[in-house]
């Protein structure tokens, strides 16, 4: 039986992983591609799979609020810039897919401009039923080279890690705040890990309930697959996933040391962000983490025991590899008063520049508290100060707004 337009192949909705993703999903403007392509679904028996009316825009639309497929099809008929869409489109699609698109040009250049941008094939009109199975079939069954050569394919998530250079100095509200903020207000699909199984904060902060399962992640590695993950996950919202516990303080821990790189592997296959609150107090832990985050984020703050911690661990952090970046955010600036150690002499002191400066602003804490929502959820200082942290992770932030408030007024 075809698929009608706009109607998915199955109702049920799996949650987190790629089973909760369509197998194929395509975006076709005319009548008769749309038919050619809804017979190959039904010729191929692709479970979880959709054809929709319309062409890269509406996909584009359609994918900022929905789960991207594993193979897309995208059609850029009469569309005056296909190649600058199809960044568009990378900019909203999860990692992991596979682009087919269909045009009405066929044009040499074209096809190498699109596969260059990170399309696994281009097909030009009329379609049949080979050309579209000989452009599908590779993408969803055993012919994963073909997939593996495009660049979409290959893209992954990006990890962030948070760690606070002491005790008490806001990491965990910084990255709880950044997570909701990357999934809510930038739609992006965000997993939030804490890495503390005694002690950590994030699934408190964002009200929601944890078992057992970030424990046998780190303890039976060889055992993790996607579908543990999306067992273990716990939703907040609609794109905001946390992975944490809160173990017994007499139950001890055997975690190993190898677990944190296949946590990751899986996790930035299926999303956006990683973020991770990571604890001190795991120096192996620590260490695997940071080593593995392209965005190493710490959090300081005014104290001379900050300062002090901050150079310890810049042990880990002063060699970072290609495409690593290290994020030196200063938070709650003001709360010691006079008694704080100034911006400038703790930027001199510890040989880095202050990247983002969070104002002490306990109203805004108090506001957001008493309403159940995180500080970023409503406006104010401290929000404002998140979303420079993210712009930070983008590379969105201007050379004005990227220097610390303090400096904006000498």
Known sequence: MALPVDTKASAEKPRIGTAGRERFTAFLFDEASERVVRQCVTDLALPFSSVHRGGITRAITHLSSERSPTVLMVDVSGVELPVSEMHHLAEVCEPGV???????????????????????????????????????????????????????????????????????????????????????????????????????????????????????????????????????MI?????????????????????????????????????????IDVPRDNGVILQQVLDQAGTRIMIADQTARSVRDTLRLRQFLDTPQPGQRNILVVNRVGEQGKGGIELKDLSSTIGMSVDVAVPFHPKSALLAANAGEPVVGSRGPIATSIVEIAEELSGRRTTQASQPFWKRFT
């Open 235 to 275: 939703r907040s919202g609609e794109r905001l996933f946390v992975l944490a516990g809160e173990e017994k303080l007499d139950l001890p821990l055997r975690l190993d040391s190898n677990a944190v790189e296949p946590l990751l592997t899986i996790l930035r296959k299926q999303f956006h962000y990683v973020v």
């Open 98 to 232: 596979a682009v087919i698109v269909v045009g009405d040009r066929n044009d040499v250049g074209l096809y190498r401009d699109l596969v260059q941008a990170g399309v696994s094939d281009y097909i030009v009109k009329p379609l049949t039923r080979a050309l579209v199975q000989a452009a599908v079939q590779p993408l969803l069954g055993t012919g994963v080279v073909a997939a593996a050569a495009s660049p979409l394919t290959q893209k992954l998530g990006r990890v962030v890690a948070v760690v606070g250079t002491r005790g008490g100095v806001g990491a965990t509200t910084i990255a709880s705040n950044l997570a909701w903020h990357l999934a809510n207000n930038e739609s992006r699909r965000v997993a939030l890990v804490d890495l503390d199984l005694h002690y950590g904060d994030v699934a408190l902060m964002l009200d929601v309930k944890v078992g057992g399962g970030l424990r046998e992640v780190l303890e039976n590695p060889q055992r993790v697959d996607e579908l543990f993950l999306d067992r273990a």
